[in-house]
C-alpha cells in the first residue's frame, strides 16, 4: 500500500448492528426541503445503512438559529448525533463552525483533517477551503460537512458510516456512545 492507500474498514459480524438515531440539519439562504439535494442525499445513505432519522431541517446562514437548533438536539434524548451540511466555508455568511463553538464541549479535530485529507485527493488544494469539523456535547456527537452533494458523500461514505457502526474495528465512536457523559 502507498502511504495514501486507507486502510480497508473491517467489521466485526459476530457484533450486532446498532442504529444510531441522527438528525439532520442542512445550513443554507437559498434550499428548501423540495430543493436540498445534498440533505436528501445524506438522509438516503444514513438510512440504507440502517440508522434513523430522528429529526431534519434547515435553516438559514445564522449562527444564533444554528446554535439554538444544535442546543436543542443535544437535549433531546432521543438524538445520538447531529450532521450538518452547509454553512463551512470561508464567507461571510459561512457560519456553522461557530455556531458549533458555541456548543461543543470536546473537539474531535481528527474528522476536519481527515475530511480535508480525503477532499484533497476530489479537488486538490481547493479541499482548504472547507471548515469541516465535528464534536462531542453533553453526550451527543455532531459533524459539520460542506454543503455540496459530493462533499456529503465523502463525508458520509469514507468517514461516518464506518465511526457510526459499532461493528467496525478496530474502534469506532458508537462503542463510546455510552461513556460521553462520564466525569
Partial sequence: MSDTTPIP????????FLAVNIAVLTVSDTRTIETDKSGDALVAMIEADGHAI?????LRDDADLIAQQLESWITDPSIDCVITTGGTGVTGRDVTPEAFDRVLEKTIDGFGEMFRWLSFQVIGTSALQSRAVAGVARGTYLFALPGSTGAVKDGWTKILRFQLDNRHRP????ELMPRLREV
Avoid: E, Y
Avoid at 9 to 16: G, I, V
Avoid at 54 to 58: L, N, Q, S, V
Avoid at 171 to 174: A, S
Fill in 171 to 174: 474502534c469506532n465512536l458508537v
Fill in 54 to 58: 430522528g429529526a431534519r431541517t434547515i
Fill in 9 to 16: 474498514a473491517q467489521f466485526d459480524d459476530s457484533r450486532p
